[in-house]
């Protein structure tokens, strides 16, 4: 077979650790006997990054912008013990952090279901898919402690030197707190216009709430921000290709969510998409099963494995132990990219591949084999419990009966 060739480079960030090792196994394996693979290379590795001073973070952020489609392997965020683990000169900064930051995007994380693996919520049949807003609110917040007899007021000076005062609250019986939040109607924006084309790309309801009844100016906002963008550049788009915008309250979304069986993006406030992705990602099963993709407003996608980067996998295998660790978010995060070049670029046996993969990925699973986190999950009668390597010979046996 001719190996398919890719017009276009896509931006490859390779990471650290567990899922470095994946990495190279996932394209000596998978990708490379059958693709003639047109990357642009960055590592991310740890060392790397810290050689260049996160320059290479930053370019590879830059890069992705350019190529429009990037795949990303995790990545150390250090931390105290990083410090001295890998003798750095910083404690960088996260490089999925920098990278949202320059692409001004949001993540969507959606779990991969597969037959045996029941959700925790047994009405879910479909893939629930999260979107994080990223930017704001209690995360950027300014908070103090406040003395009893004390008066607390808001006070907004405009360009011209005018106060606007509110009063927050007179503290006359006891000590209290208090908390500063704001948000600006520009990321609100980018957060709605990545949600619709998420949307229409992927062809699925959006959903979005806020508690605009009790946060009459401040959560009315995103309603409204939301709102205007989708009845000006949305609404017809949305019409055509058969899918809705759904606006309601958290508590009312939260409880319609449960009752659902999935099959829908659901935008969520930072604070809300903090709390509302661990409970989903948990009901649905491994977060080896959690991909993740960064969108930016202007369409630029990003596609990553929703775990890190496994580190006491990686210290096994360091030991010569062997190991057992689920690939299939980070072979999803390739195909993604994958198939989402392909259409960039009309190339569709490219797409067809990207797509194949998936299938082999998922019927492997289905049909018994799997890595132990999945053995754990699964009530399939007969399961096959494999080592890292094996789980990706397994995968290429079947791929290369759908090709
Ligand atoms: P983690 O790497 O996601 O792993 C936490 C635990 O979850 C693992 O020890 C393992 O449980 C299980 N697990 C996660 N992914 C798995 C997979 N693919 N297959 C099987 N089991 C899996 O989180 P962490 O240990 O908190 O973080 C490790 C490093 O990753 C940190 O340095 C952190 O900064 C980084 N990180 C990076 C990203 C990113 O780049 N997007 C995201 C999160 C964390 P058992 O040990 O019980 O088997
Ligand atoms: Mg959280």
């Not at 320059?55 to 931390?79: F, L």
């Not at 309801?205 to 009459?216: E, G, M, P, R, Y």
């Not at 993006?265 to 604070?271: L, P």
């Not at 991909?291 to 030991?319: F, M, W």
Request: hydrophobic share 35%.
């Amino acid at each position: 077979m001719e190996k398919i060739k890719m017009p276009t480079p896509l931006v490859e960030m390779d990471g650290d650790e567990m899922t470095r090792i994946i990495w190279k196994m996932i394209k000596d394996i998978l990708l490379t006997p059958y693709i003639e693979l047109n990357t642009e290379y960055y590592d991310l590795g740890l060392t790397h990054r810290n050689e260049t001073d996160d320059q290479v973070t930053v370019d590879s952020a830059n890069a992705t912008k350019k190529y429009g489609v990037a795949v990303k392997c995790a990545t150390i965020t250090p931390n105290a013990q990083r410090m001295t683990e890998y003798d750095l000169k910083e404690m960088w900064k996260s490089p999925n952090g920098t990278i949202r930051a320059i692409l001004d995007g949001t993540v969507f994380r959606a779990p991969i279901i597969v037959k045996g693996i029941t959700p925790l919520i047994p009405t879910w049949k479909k893939p629930i898919t999260i979107a994080r807003h990223a930017y704001g609110d209690v995360y950027k917040n300014t908070e103090l402690k406040v003395a009893k007899g004390s008066r607390a007021e808001l006070v907004v000076t405009d360009e011209n030197g005018n106060e606007t005062r509110e009063l927050i609250h007179n503290f006359k019986s006891s000590d209290g707190i208090i908390q500063g939040l704001h948000n600006l109607d520009e990321s609100i924006g980018s957060f709605a216009r990545s949600c619709f084309n998420f949307a229409l790309d992927v062809k699925q309801d959006l959903w979005f709430a806020t508690k605009d009844t009790i946060s009459k100016k401040y959560d009315h906002r995103f309603k409204d921000i939301f709102a205007e963008i989708y009845e000006k550049e949305y609404k017809e788009k949305f019409e055509n290709a058969d899918i809705e915008y759904f606006y309601t309250l958290i508590d009312d979304a939260v409880a319609r969510v449960v009752r659902s069986e999935g099959g829908y993006i659901w935008a969520c406030k930072n604070y809300d998409g903090d709390v509302m992705s661990d409970m989903v990602a948990t009901a649905f099963g491994s977060l080896g099963m959690m991909t993740s993709v960064l969108v930016s407003p202007d369409g630029v996608y990003e596609y990553e494995a929703a775990h890190g980067t496994v580190t006491r996998h990686y210290y096994k295998h360091l030991k010569g132990e062997e190991t057992s660790t689920n690939s299939v978010a980070t072979i999803f995060a390739w195909s993604g990219a994958l198939k989402k070049r392909g259409q960039l670029d009309g190339a569709e046996d490219l797409v067809a591949f990207a797509e194949k993969l998936e299938k082999a990925t998922v019927q492997t699973i289905e049909e018994g084999v799997m890595t132990g986190d999945l053995a754990v999950l699964s009530r399939l009668p007969d399961k096959k419990k494999v080592n890292t390597e094996q789980f990706l010979l397994e995968i290429k046996e079947r791929l290369e009966k759908l090709l």
